[in-house]
């Protein structure tokens, strides 16, 4: 094999299962917006904007047929859009 031979540098060892550690404990990136399928709902009593303006929550459906509709509240801010769990109500 080309690498039978080659020396082990085992002070990289340490630092390599530090790095996956950080990779593994690292929060998963925030959603940017709705999953596919998710349409935003012309009803403006489901939507709610703060007084300043700068924040919204709007609610985004899926309908699935045969009554199998899921809803999700997502609360935008600027470019940010942040979903809001049921427990969060």
Known sequence: ???EDA???TSCR???????L????????AASGPP????????????FTSPDGATEIRQYM?????WDVKWQAWARRGAQ????????G
């Open 62 to 66: 899926k309908d699935g047929g045969d």
């Open 1 to 3: 094999m080309l690498f």
């Open 81 to 88: 859009m942040t979903e809001l769990k049921p427990e969060q």
């Open 7 to 9: 020396p082990v540098n």
């Open 36 to 47: 596919p399928g998710y349409v935003l709902t012309d009803n403006a009593d489901l939507a």
């Open 22 to 29: 950080m990779l593994a404990a690292a929060p998963a990136l």
């Open 14 to 20: 340490p630092a390599l299962l530090v790095l996956a």
